[in-house]
């Protein structure tokens, strides 16, 4: 079955469309973007109103949508008012997608009230909603949202771990305390390469000595990623250059985009060698 294109549709039919198939469903998603774009306070009212049904699908919807409505003319006082209603239904909102949803939602929002609305749910037991409480809370930089961050990225959920870690390490680049340099030190002894890579990364950016051996022990591998190359790169230590220069005579050409970042690191170490 055909169906029209999305900005042709109209916006009780483009809510409609939102829920249709699973949360990911693709079609649902190209309706919640072009009510992102469509904005106006009919769309608002809808998504406002959607916060209180009786269905948890339609309140899922009603945060996704409000998450980034407006995004390219939103007003602070706009962004106020989304973020009303937004903490307002999360004050009551049980079910897990839900508030995932909404906690993701608030993220994208930008406004302070709710690193605080989010705080508790850090420890909820379903680790979906504190994955949304990492997405929630990574624009944030004040010390009681880094916090919860640092607390996140020892979750027992990998998934929470790699995203908080990620928040904190390059995302946050510009904070340097000696709690979250600990907490990135912490996920070096990881098994699962994203997490530790990230935290590699973090480091470097920061300059901490404590990354070169780790980080050495990486290289010396057979399996480099592209978050080892740009750590070593931004840790700009010239004794890595000889090990990334053999990963990139091992390399088969066929990763273009990881072959590019190695092709730079060897570069920026080289104009510091000489």
């Not at 997608?97 to 939602?105: N, T």
């Not at 990620?166 to 600990?182: C, I, K, M, N, Y």
């Not at 390399?251 to 000489?274: K, M, Q, Y």
């Amino acid at each position: 079955m055909d169906f029209p294109p999305e900005a042709d549709l109209s916006t009780d039919e483009l809510f409609a469309r939102t829920l249709q198939g699973d949360e990911e469903d693709e079609g649902a998603w190209r309706a919640i973007w072009q009510l992102h774009h469509r904005g106006g306070e009919a769309v608002f009212q809808r998504a406002a109103a959607w916060l209180q049904s009786s269905s948890p699908k339609e309140r899922g919807r009603g945060a996704n949508v409000l998450s980034q409505l407006e995004f390219r003319s939103r007003t602070p006082e706009r962004a106020a008012r989304f973020t009303d209603v937004l903490l307002l239904a999360l004050a009551k909102e049980q079910d897990v997608a839900v508030l995932e949803a909404m906690a993701a939602a608030l993220g994208h929002l930008g406004d302070p009230r709710s690193v605080s609305a989010l705080l508790p749910l850090k420890d909820h037991p379903d680790a979906h909603v504190r994955f949304g409480v990492v997405m929630g809370l990574s624009r944030y930089r004040d010390a009681q949202a880094l916090q919860a961050l640092i607390h996140l990225s020892r979750d027992p959920d990998e998934l929470v771990r790699e995203w908080a870690t990620f928040t904190l390490g390059s995302q946050a680049w510009e904070v340097d305390t000696p709690e979250l340099r600990e907490a990135l030190v912490d996920r070096l002894s990881e098994s699962h390469p994203k997490i530790r890579g990230e935290a590699l990364l973090g480091l470097a950016l920061r300059k901490d000595a404590r990354v070169l051996e780790p980080l050495r022990r990486v290289l010396e591998g057979p399996e480099v990623s592209t978050l080892d190359v740009e750590a070593a790169q931004a840790l700009e230590d010239v004794s890595l250059l000889p090990l990334l220069q053999r990963h990139r005579e091992a390399c088969d050409g066929e990763d273009h985009e990881f072959l590019a970042v190695l092709f730079e690191a060897i570069h920026a170490l080289e104009s510091l060698s000489r």
